[in-house]
């Protein structure tokens, strides 16, 4: 299967899109140009036009993307004014999928244009409510050894609320 992911929030399209080629799939990942520095090291195989343009960059590149891929992945949510996404739903016959991950729900900017999706997916189990679709949680390697500077005498959990006003996500970015 080819699939192409759009919006590399926090890494996660790049972490998913290498599970998926440990898989066999062909996977390849679209940052937006805007927010690529937010990426926390995982890779991305282009970047995207973001802001007012962005409309017109999927809109010049709907055919090409159409016949290189059958799966378009959006990370993130659908914002309102994303309507590129209505014609390539329209004029296209890949599948389309959304998968939101937290805020974008809770906030309620991720939910536009939601008729345009086949499937819908949802990271965070608490905000199944407000998605619906297949909870699908995000792919880790665990053969991996965390960085020396993770090992600690006692082990360390962070727990973040679902509560976007409670979530605190800035004072620890902060920090």
């Known amino acids: 299967m080819r699939i192409v992911h759009f919006k590399n929030v926090a890494g996660l399209a790049g972490r998913l899109a290498q599970a998926q080629k440990a898989l066999g799939h062909e996977a390849f990942v679209y940052a937006r140009a805007d927010s690529h520095r937010f990426d926390m090291g995982f890779p991305y195989d282009a970047l995207m036009d973001s ?16 016949s290189d891929f059958d799966v378009l992945h959006i990370h993130g949510g659908v914002r309102r004014g994303e309507v590129a996404y209505l014609a390539l739903r329209k004029l296209t016959k890949m599948s389309i999928f959304i998968q939101c991950n937290g805020s974008e729900a809770l906030n309620g900017v991720g939910l536009h244009w939601r008729s345009i999706a086949h499937g819908m ?20 390697d665990v053969s991996e050894q965390p960085p020396e500077m993770f090992h600690h005498e006692k082990p360390m959990f962070l727990h973040t609320p679902s509560s976007f006003a409670m979530k605190g996500t800035q004072s620890i970015i902060e920090m």
């Open 121 to 140: 997916f949802h990271t965070d189990p608490d905000i199944r409510g407000i998605v619906g679709g297949t909870w699908m949680p995000q792919p880790i």
């Open 51 to 66: 802001g007012p343009q962005w409309n017109l960059w999927l809109l010049r590149n709907m055919r090409r993307l159409a």
